[in-house]
């Protein structure tokens, strides 16, 4: 052997020990689109203290809060590629990619949000995120929510006339979006992050929200007429990039897993127990509150069902079991 070669073996046997040796240990990043004061966030941080306590300090977790990784259409790319390992996600980008979780999105699907609880906990919602890893290459361990959508405008919306044309910001993905096109309205994309702006600047006249961050992020500000509806649920799927996941043994599967699913379960815990009170502390704003139900929207409804009842096999079985949880 020349002394180079042997050099060499030197070299790759050092660095394969020093593999061997740290293979377990894991610093591993979770992405997610919420501001750090949201508690997807703060439970996210939750999930970084149980897994690293779990594991004996052995794996930590480093938080990537607000869109700092990108978006969630570029956080599944990541995801898909083995660059992030895990996030919290809205179910946004998945039901863009496998049309059966549009279903979970059926306008009033589900009466309130003990009911949304019930249905993201029952076995036919744990059963759609098996297909996950086979047509998105992520693995979803468990659902966590951001509660039931309402409408937030600058004008007053006293009928669903009100609704035609306006520019209302959406999540971005295909099931709501139908939902505003089919009520008549503009529906217009736009993440998280950017909404703040685009309504104090007048890009939307409308937005399509959730009491906990209408609250938290202060949109009330920028628009004073809220319009109780509960019209939709809004999941959310805690998830492990398919790669990372293959190069974990069982023993740290199972341990991401529990936890992971502990802490999605907390923040639905926590959207249950506040969403009467979040509710409360709007009306206490000075904002001009509206509550309608299913007739609001009209003909919206069955039109969005003609658009999805075909895409999203999961809908009978996904009413099925609501109306046995609603019992
Ligand atoms: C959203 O409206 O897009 C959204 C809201 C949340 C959490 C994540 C996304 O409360």
Do not use: C
């Amino acid at each position: 052997m020349t002394k180079l070669k042997t050099l060499m073996t030197a070299a790759v046997a050092a660095s394969l020990t020093v593999t061997a040796v740290t293979a377990q240990a894991r610093d591993f990043r979770l992405g997610l689109v919420t501001p750090q004061s949201h508690i997807w966030s703060q439970e996210a941080e939750g999930f970084a203290e149980t897994l690293n306590e779990r594991s004996g300090g052995e794996h930590s977790v480093s938080i990537f809060p607000a869109q700092q990784l990108g978006n969630e259409a570029q956080m599944v790319q990541q995801l898909q590629a083995g660059s992030l390992d895990m996030a919290f996600l809205t179910l946004a980008e998945i039901s863009n990619r496998i049309p059966d979780f549009g279903a979970l999105y059926a306008p009033f699907l589900v009466e309130d949000i003990d009911h949304a609880a019930a249905l993201l906990r029952s076995e036919v919602a744990a059963e759609m995120l098996e297909a996950m890893p086979g047509q998105t290459g992520l693995v979803g361990v468990g659902y966590g929510m951001a509660g039931m959508r309402q409408i937030l405008s600058r004008q007053p919306i006293d009928s669903a006339d009100d609704l035609s044309g306006l520019k209302v910001r959406i999540t971005p993905f295909d099931p709501i979006r139908d939902f505003y096109v089919a009520a008549g309205a503009a529906p217009t994309p736009l993440p998280l992050p950017a909404v703040y702006d685009a309504l104090a600047n007048g890009q939307v006249d409308a937005i399509d929200m959730d009491y906990d961050s209408i609250r938290l992020l202060e949109f009330y500000e920028q628009a004073d007429n809220l319009v109780i509806s509960n019209h939709m649920m809004f999941p959310m799927v805690a998830v492990v990039s398919g790669r990372v996941w293959g190069q974990l043994d069982n023993a740290d599967r199972e341990l991401i897993r529990g936890a992971m699913a502990e802490h999605a379960d907390n923040i639905m815990n926590h959207f249950q127990e506040h969403h009467e009170a979040w509710g409360e502390e709007l009306r206490g704003q000075d904002i001009t509150v509206t509550e309608v139900g299913p007739d609001f929207f009209a003909d919206a409804i069955a039109e969005w069902e003609a658009i999805w009842a075909p895409k999203a096999t999961y809908l009978p079985l996904l009413r099925e079991a609501a109306a046995e949880l609603a019992d």
